[in-house]
Protein backbone atom coordinates (compact mmCIF):
# COMPACT_ATOMS: atom_id res chain seq x y z
CA UNK A 1 0.00 0.00 0.00
CA UNK A 2 1.05 3.52 -0.99
CA UNK A 3 2.33 6.59 1.47
CA UNK A 4 -1.22 8.27 0.07
CA UNK A 5 -2.90 5.29 0.40
CA UNK A 6 -2.33 5.01 3.80
CA UNK A 7 -2.90 8.66 5.25
CA UNK A 8 -6.25 8.68 3.08
CA UNK A 9 -7.61 5.53 4.85
CA UNK A 10 -6.28 7.03 8.38
CA UNK A 11 -8.13 10.37 7.61
CA UNK A 12 -11.33 8.64 6.71
CA UNK A 13 -11.24 5.79 9.22
CA UNK A 14 -10.80 8.91 11.88
CA UNK A 15 -13.88 10.51 10.65
CA UNK A 16 -15.84 7.50 9.87
CA UNK A 17 -14.50 6.24 13.90
CA UNK A 18 -13.60 2.75 12.11
CA UNK A 19 -10.84 0.92 11.94
CA UNK A 20 -8.37 1.61 9.00
CA UNK A 21 -7.47 -2.03 8.12
CA UNK A 22 -11.14 -2.21 7.45
CA UNK A 23 -10.86 -0.24 4.71
CA UNK A 24 -9.92 -1.18 1.16
CA UNK A 25 -8.74 0.69 -1.97
CA UNK A 26 -12.16 -0.28 -3.42
CA UNK A 27 -13.96 0.56 -0.54
CA UNK A 28 -17.06 2.92 -1.34
CA UNK A 29 -17.58 6.50 0.42
CA UNK A 30 -21.02 5.61 0.53
CA UNK A 31 -21.00 2.30 2.56
CA UNK A 32 -19.03 3.81 5.32
CA UNK A 33 -21.95 5.22 6.75
CA UNK A 34 -20.71 8.77 6.55
CA UNK A 35 -23.17 11.42 5.71
CA UNK A 36 -22.39 14.58 3.20
CA UNK A 37 -21.19 16.56 6.35
CA UNK A 38 -19.07 13.73 7.35
CA UNK A 39 -17.21 13.33 3.66
CA UNK A 40 -17.19 17.55 2.90
CA UNK A 41 -14.98 17.36 6.36
CA UNK A 42 -12.45 14.50 4.96
CA UNK A 43 -12.04 15.99 1.56
CA UNK A 44 -11.16 19.35 3.61
CA UNK A 45 -8.71 17.59 5.59
CA UNK A 46 -6.97 15.69 2.57
CA UNK A 47 -6.79 18.99 1.16
CA UNK A 48 -5.06 20.04 3.92
CA UNK A 49 -2.67 17.15 4.24
CA UNK A 50 -1.54 16.96 1.12
CA UNK A 51 -2.13 20.81 0.22
CA UNK A 52 -3.88 20.07 -2.95
CA UNK A 53 -7.39 21.41 -3.60
CA UNK A 54 -10.25 19.24 -5.23
CA UNK A 55 -12.79 20.78 -7.04
CA UNK A 56 -16.61 20.22 -6.89
CA UNK A 57 -16.43 18.56 -10.26
CA UNK A 58 -13.63 16.40 -8.75
CA UNK A 59 -15.50 15.79 -5.48
CA UNK A 60 -18.29 14.85 -8.04
CA UNK A 61 -16.65 11.73 -9.28
CA UNK A 62 -14.98 10.51 -6.56
CA UNK A 63 -16.47 6.87 -5.45
CA UNK A 64 -13.62 5.04 -3.30
CA UNK A 65 -10.74 5.72 -1.32
CA UNK A 66 -8.83 4.58 -4.70
CA UNK A 67 -10.27 7.28 -6.29
CA UNK A 68 -9.24 9.62 -3.97
CA UNK A 69 -5.06 8.49 -4.24
CA UNK A 70 -5.81 8.59 -7.55
CA UNK A 71 -6.45 12.61 -7.69
CA UNK A 72 -3.50 13.33 -5.56
CA UNK A 73 -1.40 11.12 -7.41
CA UNK A 74 -2.49 13.20 -10.35
CA UNK A 75 -2.59 16.80 -8.30
CA UNK A 76 1.19 16.44 -7.19
Do not use: C, W
Not at 14 to 41: C, K, R, V
Not at 53 to 63: C, G, H, P, T, V
Amino acid sequence: MSKIFTIVRNIIADHAGISPESLEPSTQLEAIGLDGMDISEVFMSIEDEFDVEISDEEYNDIRTINDIEELIRKKR
